[in-house]
């Protein structure tokens, strides 16, 4: 492991470089009060004359990429994308003409160092690689038409207040891309036999920051390959968390109460399920095999649909929903998963029930 002070700009500068976020990290979820911090810190720092502003810790592990250099960032997502979308908005503003550079080509100059790539191959010409759920929307916003971006995304809500906040201070867009070049960072670059999640679980100790199921997840995917990640979180981790309303932490508590008759508290669900998966050694995929397995019949108790077309069933699933009854489900989990193997018929099923 190597740590060392850096500014930002140099850690994003470099044609060849690719920042990735890996598919076990969440989507972006900074919120405009973030935005507004990071905003008004610049100002500050433009203000007062200072050099620098400490914004933080970015972890990463590059990885062999061919051609280009790709950092994986297993720390400090938030950070990066939260920039690029103040460097977007810069740019745009001047491409656009709504704000005015002194500098001549600010724009092109900061488009070409840190947000895309000249000569991608076939490759992204982005130099930011975030989740599959945030890469439409980012790459509507480097592309610059405004009829195109998807107003929903958090990407693109962010990267609006940015643009609205520049219009609206009327800072010199030269004086605030000083500012961002004084961003200093702590830049920890992993080594290969670094353990990069017993780094993310200190990093992340206090359980703050993350949900059990987002711990869960990076448990799970963060030790494979960058081809094995996309394999499993797509084949897997995507179909669980549609099933379960993206709670996932909910149903690993009840997944766990099936399989180890006992329920974890909901603040501990993390460790509990890291010393299951190391106690019984199942493999990879069948843990994930029957968890989404589970999860199908979890959805069924969250819809309060059998799918087995029986009237009486789904009424009686449907008032135990609206009755918000959630304590009993390990047991109709296993119940359902009894009726799916032919142990137990439908009207039995619906007699339980």
Known sequence: MKGSEAQLLVFLEGSNNRYVIPVYQRKYDWKINQCRQLFDDLKKLVAEGRKSHFFGIIVSQIVPGGSKI???????????????????????LIRTGKVQAIQSQLDEQIMERFIIDKWPGND????????????????????????????????????????????????PVDSLYQGVGGLQIISITLD??????????????????????????????????????????????????????????????????????TTPAISNVYQAFKKYVETEKVSLDVLLEDMKKYARIYQKLLSGKSGL??????????????????????????????????????????RIF
């Open 192 to 261: 290969q036999e670094d353990d990069p999640q017993l780094i993310f679980e200190s990093l992340n100790s206090t359980g703050l920051a993350l949900t059990e199921g987002d711990k869960i997840r990076n448990y799970i995917l963060m030790g494979l390959s960058p081809e094995k990640q996309e394999t499993y979180y797509n084949g897997y981790w995507t179909k669980i968390e549609g099933c379960t309303g993206n709670d996932v932490s909910a149903f690993v508590r009840d997944y766990l109460s099936v399989k180890e008759q």
């Open 70 to 92: 790709e950092f994986h960032i297993i720390d400090g997502q938030q950070r990066l994308t939260t920039v690029t979308l103040l460097l977007l908005a810069i740019c745009n």
């Open 309 to 350: 077309g029986n009237v009486q069933l789904d009424d009686c699933m449907y008032r135990l929903r609206r009755l918000e009854i959630t304590v009993t489900a390990p047991f109709f989990m296993e119940i359902f998963r009894l009726a799916q193997e032919g142990k137990l018929t439908v009207d039995e099923l619906a």
């Open 124 to 171: 992204s010409r982005i130099k930011l690689r975030p989740v599959e759920k945030d890469r439409s929307a980012l790459e509507k916003l480097v592309a610059g038409d405004e009829e195109e971006f998807e107003r929903a995304s958090n990407l693109t809500v962010n990267y609006q207040y940015f643009c609205d906040r520049i219009l609206e201070e009327k800072i």
